[in-house]
């Protein structure tokens, strides 16, 4: 079966600085993986998503890359403001379900 | 237009009894999942519909969890003899199509405490 690994746990930057999670799976079957981005108390929500066939892909100060080969993707987040604050999920989508990493937590100080 | 919603919102059982959890998928969603989320973690996945098939339930713990979307519509996720390792949030989500690239939205939630 598919596992994803996520990292780091917790991050902390200040606001105007880069954040960068990196999440790694293991069954090369897998061929979708979206970001999820969830709020106190909120539900999940995608932010940003990407298919196997795209190596990586941008919307306004969010991005995400794609190495199928080192089975790696990862989420960008540039010039972070304290309204990103929030926990991250990775998560690939291996037969007919989505596997999700265990989550980041991101501190943005002002 | 309406998302997805799940109900109740809140559920305190105590351990033995059995629990109902509704959810309403976003009209037109072929697809609809359920997962199960710790606190502090990532949904884990239970158990997929594509309309009124249930299409994979590997991911339920045991015999006690079980699932129905009779209609295609409304799902029902259901604990018998609840047990307290059993308290956490449970969400659904639904999908437009089947394809697994299609963004899936979740719901609230119904967090569930055995006391």
């Known amino acids: 079966g598919e596992n994803v690994e996520q990292h780091p746990s917790t991050l902390s930057v200040q606001e105007g600085d880069s954040a960068v999670i990196k999440c790694t799976y293991s069954?090369?079957?897998?061929?979708?993986f979206p970001w999820y981005k969830q709020e106190l108390g909120k539900r999940p929500q995608l932010i940003i998503d990407?298919?196997?066939?795209?190596g990586e892909k941008k919307d306004q100060r969010i991005a995400v890359t794609l190495n199928k080969t080192a089975k790696h993707f990862s989420l960008h987040i540039t010039e972070t403001q304290p309204e990103d604050s929030a926990v991250y999920f990775c998560?690939?989508?291996?037969?007919?379900?989505?596997?999700f990493g265990t989550g980041t937590r991101l501190q943005v100080f002002p | 237009g309406a998302g997805v919603s799940q109900s109740p919102r809140y559920k305190v059982t105590k351990r033995g009894q059995d629990v109902a959890l509704r959810c309403d998928p976003i009209?037109?969603?072929?697809?609809l999942y359920w997962y199960r989320q710790a606190l502090g973690q990532g949904p884990e996945f239970l158990t997929y519909f594509n309309y009124e098939a249930q299409q994979d339930k590997s991911g339920l713990p045991n015999d006690r969890f079980s699932a129905e979307r009779p209609e295609g519509s409304i799902s029902t996720l259901t604990i018998q003899r609840t047990e307290q390792r059993d308290s956490a949030m449970y969400r659904c989500?639904?999908?437009?199509?089947?394809?697994?690239?299609?963004?899936?939205?979740f719901g609230p939630g119904t967090r569930l405490t055995v006391l």
């Open positions: 069954d090369s079957a897998s061929n979708y």
């Open positions: 990407i298919r196997s066939n795209v």
């Open positions: 009209s037109g969603h072929v697809s």
């Open positions: 998560a690939a989508f291996y037969t007919d379900k989505l596997i």
């Open positions: 989500a639904s999908s437009f199509t089947s394809a697994g690239y299609d963004e899936q939205f």
